[in-house]
Each structure stands twice: as structure tokens, then as C-alpha cells.
């Protein structure tokens, strides 16, 4: 069983404020993907913030949900991605915001989370992220 650790969770606030404003940005419904290139002091190869808008969801409980099922699905397909980003040397920071009015099942949100690490696998050979 793969775990979700809490070294993978981003939470220094320098670093959240260089991701938003000096990060590569793509959306990919329901998300918004924020991504930069770091060199991190402990041997995660990722670091994730989720954030879901207290404007579209002003319940505290609903926000959880969406945040718990976002987690699920990224620590469900993590692995692949790891090994990529291992295999390749790269550590990375990113964001997953949650752009969607509506509360999104969890086969959905997988897909999507899915889709998105693809696409930053692709990103990261392109090298068009700022380091």
C-alpha cells in the first residue's frame, strides 16, 4: 500500500509564494496546476498543495470531502510518477486547485488527476519550467 506522507504535503509559505508567482501555470478541468522545479532538503521527489475556494464551497465539510477525494486519487497514482521523476532527477513543487462549482465524483477526479501527471511528465521534457 502506498501512503500519502506528510513530508509529500507543501507547507512552507516562502515556497507557496514563489510557486503562485513565479510557477508554470496549465488548467485541466476541474484543476488549475501550478509547477515549478526545486531542490528539496528532504528526499521527496514532490511536494503537493491542494486548494479548494472557500467562494465556491462555504461549507468547511464539503471542502474536505473534495480535498480527501483529491488525495485519494493522486496517492493512488503517484507511484508511476515517482518513478519517473526519480528515474529522470527531477524534484518538483506543484499546486492542484479545484476550479469546479460542483462536487466531482471520485472516478472523475481521478481520470483528471491522472491526465494532469501525464501531462507534467511532459512538461518536465519539454524543460519549460522555471527552476
Partial sequence: MIKFKKKEILRN????????????????????????KFKAPDDI??????????KHFKNSV?????RRRIKEAYRNKKDEFYKFLKYNGYEIVFSLSYIS???????????????????IEEILKKSTIVE
Fill in 101 to 119: 462549482n460542483e462536487i466531482l465524483d471520485y472516478e472523475k477526479i481521478e481520470k483528471s488527476i491522472k491526465s494532469i501527471l501525464r501531462k
Fill in 13 to 36: 509559505k516562502k515556497l507557496i509564494e514563489r510557486l503562485f508567482n513565479e510557477g508554470y501555470s496549465f488548467m485541466n478541468y476541474p484543476f488549475r496546476i501550478t509547477i515549478i
Fill in 62 to 66: 464539503t471542502r474536505n470531502l473534495v
Fill in 45 to 54: 521527489s514532490a511536494k503537493i498543495l491542494v486548494t479548494i475556494s472557500k
